[in-house]
T-cell receptor, first 111, second 112 residues
Framework: SQQGEEDPQALSIQEGENATMNCSYK?????LQWYRQNSGRGLVHLIL?????REKHSGRLRVTLDTSKKSSSLLITASRAADTASYFC???????????FGKGTKLTVNP | DAGITQSPRHKVTETGTPVTLRCHQT?????MYWYRQDPGHGLRLIHY???????DKGEVSDGYSVSRSKTEDFLLTLESATSSQTSVYFC???????????FGPGTRLTVL
């Protein structure tokens, strides 16, 4: 069963706006990761946040982690049409060998 | 793409036929993974390997087998394909940091 669940399932915004996606998970983790998937392509790793971190930045991406609520959020600032993709969170369930992916948020950025 | 290739990229087959998908990596990574992706289900782990001849089951392993006879190749076999195995299959390797995964381009399999 999926450990991570993203919310919303779909999000449509205008170019230049910020996009926020949320992920909830069920068990303890060592780290939580976010991936992007463009249509018809494989997933691409975006950012990893460890369980002892609360916030992490990478370019226009900002990830937060609240282990007490078992939730994370991904913020994309000043979105571009090229950010149109599906975004997935993945957790390691406390181990390191396997990842469990959520069902994803489909983001559409309109020009 | 982290040096990961998958073959074939597209395949159409009939129910009951055997199918083998190949994942090839060029960077000597120890861990390799097979996932399937279906609408409404996201990405689900089928099997993974942590070394030559070392494999383990994932969440949706029924109807699938794997083999890894050399580091660079990880094969996924559907012994007798069923329509429920129509899906997009992704191979991945675990990166050098030991956490992130890098994915191949995928194989779209249709079982008629």
């Amino acid at each position: 069963s999926q450990q991570g669940e993203e919310d919303p399932q779909a999000l449509s915004i205008q170019e230049g706006e910020n996009a926020t996606m949320n992920c909830s998970y069920k068990t303890s983790i060592n780290n939580l990761q976010w991936y992007r998937q463009n249509s018809g392509r494989g997933l691409v790793h975006l950012i990893l946040i460890r369980s002892n971190e609360r916030e992490k930045h990478s370019g226009r991406l900002r990830v937060t982690l609240d282990t007490s609520k078992k939730s994370s959020s991904l913020l994309i600032t000043a979105s571009r049409a090229a950010d149109t993709a599906s975004y997935f969170c993945a957790t390691d369930g406390g181990g390191s060998e396997k990842l469990v992916f959520g069902k994803g948020t489909k983001l559409t950025v309109n020009p | 793409d982290a040096g990961i290739t998958q073959s074939p990229r597209h395949k159409v087959t009939e129910t009951g036929t055997p199918v083998t998908l190949r994942c090839h990596q060029t960077e000597n990574h120890r861990y390799m993974y097979w996932y399937r992706q279906d609408p409404g289900h996201g990405l689900r782990l089928i099997h993974y390997s942590y070394g030559v001849k070392d494999t383990d089951k994932g969440e949706v392993s029924d109807g699938y087998s794997v083999s890894r006879s050399k580091t660079e190749d990880f094969l996924l076999t559907l012994e007798s394909a069923t329509s429920s195995q129509t899906s997009v299959y992704f191979c991945a390797i675990r990166g050098p940091s030991g956490a992130e995964q890098f994915f191949g381009p995928g194989t779209r399999l249709t079982v008629l």
